[in-house]
Each structure stands twice: as structure tokens, then as C-alpha cells.
């Protein structure tokens, strides 16, 4: 399995972002597909998860201001991020496991696979 994602830039505070992660090497429908980031000096942190069914979960900095959704039929994942902050610049990783459940959705190690990073840098 294969993750890419793509998206990240330099943008303004106030601007907006869509990162996407394109999904290869298995049929994802039943994934719970995620995104985290990471700023410099920090640990992986989790933002936003979507599951099978269509539920997601939003760490809470992010609530209100970033969307995630899917396109199963083209193995997609995707992040819309809005009155993007200069505390959101970081790396941001996207992931997918189809064993993930609502109790460790938020937590790294539910996830076995793993695209490289995109980086978000958010300008004041």
C-alpha cells in the first residue's frame, strides 16, 4: 500500500489550503483514513480522521476551520483547511489502516501505513 500526499504550500494566515492523499496498492473503501502533523521540535499530532462509514473526528484546535472527506471511487483522501493559522504550519502526514477503531482513532500507532509528508507553512 501506497500513500502521496500533495497540497501543502505557503499561504497567508486567514488563506486556504486542500491537501490530498492519494491511496494505491489496496482498495480503501473500509480504511479509516487521517491526517497528522508535525511542527519542528515537536511530536506527530494528530488532526482529523474520516472512517468508512463517513464519520470523522477533529482534534479540537482544528474544529470549525478544517473538513476532512473522501472519494472511495478514486481512492482518495483529502483535507480542506480554512482560516489556516501560523500555529498550523507544520508537516502533515496523511495515513490509512482499515483495522482502525473509534477508541485509538487519534493515536499514531493505529495506523500502518504512512505517506511522506507534505509541508504547510502558514505566514502571519
Known amino acids: 500500500v501506497q500513500l502521496q500526499a500533495s497540497g501543502g504550500g505557503l499561504v497567508q494566515a486567514g488563506g486556504s489550503l486542500r491537501l490530498s492523499c492519494a491511496v494505491s496498492?489496496?482498495?480503501?473503501?473500509?480504511?479509516?483514513v487521517a491526517w497528522f502533523r508535525q511542527a519542528p521540535g515537536k511530536e506527530r499530532q494528530f488532526v482529523a480522521a474520516?472512517?468508512?462509514?463517513?464519520?470523522?473526528t477533529y482534534e479540537d484546535s482544528v474544529k470549525g476551520r478544517f473538513s476532512i472527506f473522501r472519494d472511495n471511487a478514486k481512492n482518495m483522501g483529502y483535507l480542506q483547511m480554512n482560516s489556516l493559522r501560523p500555529e498550523d504550519t507544520a508537516v502533515y502526514y496523511c495515513?490509512?489502516?482499515?483495522?482502525?477503531?473509534?477508541?485509538?482513532?487519534?493515536?499514531?500507532?493505529?495506523?500502518?501505513?504512512w505517506g511522506r509528508g507534505t509541508q504547510v507553512t502558514v505566514s502571519s
Open positions: 474520516i472512517r468508512w462509514n463517513g464519520h470523522n
Open positions: 496498492g489496496r482498495i480503501f473503501r473500509r480504511d479509516t
Open positions: 495515513a490509512a489502516d482499515p483495522s482502525v477503531i473509534l477508541s485509538n482513532i487519534a493515536s499514531r500507532t493505529a495506523y500502518a501505513n
